[in-house]
């Protein structure tokens, strides 16, 4: 006789616990005082998160350079993500608690905050 409930892994099991389209804000958090005007000041933060996994890439349009950061987030078990950007000069992590996902972005000398519901 086949199986009625299939096994679920851990990561099939994040998946269905945090997988949907999270809209919200990212808002500049904190920054140097040299970096007066070079912070990008935020915006919308729309994320789709599918299998417990989402990508984010920051653009850092006033700086010299304009640095730019990719992230492939994973959940664990519990709702929390986290990821460093190739260079390893950016981090980015939060968690879901709920419908809602915070966290913060620690970029080129400007920190980013953000807060999304699914």
């Known amino acids: 006789m086949g199986q009625l409930h299939p096994d679920l892994s851990a990561q099939s099991y994040?998946?269905?616990r945090?997988?949907?389209?999270?809209?919200?804000?990212?808002?500049?958090g904190s920054y140097p005082p040299e970096f007066?005007?070079?912070c990008w000041q935020g915006g919308p933060f729309?994320?789709?998160v599918q299998n417990a996994t989402f990508q984010y890439l920051l653009t850092q349009p006033n700086i010299p350079g304009?640095?730019?950061a990719a992230f492939n987030l994973?959940?664990?078990?519990k709702g929390n993500f986290s990821d460093?950007?190739?260079a390893g000069e950016v981090?980015?992590?939060?968690k879901v608690t709920d419908k809602r996902m915070t966290g913060i972005v620690d970029g080129v000398n400007c920190v980013y905050k953000f807060q999304a519901d699914r």
């Open 74 to 77: 994973h959940f664990d078990e």
């Open 14 to 16: 994040a998946g269905q």
């Open 66 to 68: 304009h640095p730019s």
């Open 91 to 94: 981090s980015m992590a939060g």
């Open 18 to 28: 945090y997988d949907g389209s999270y809209s919200g804000t990212i808002t500049l």
């Open 84 to 86: 460093q950007s190739t």
């Open 36 to 38: 007066t005007g070079m």
């Open 46 to 48: 729309n994320v789709l």
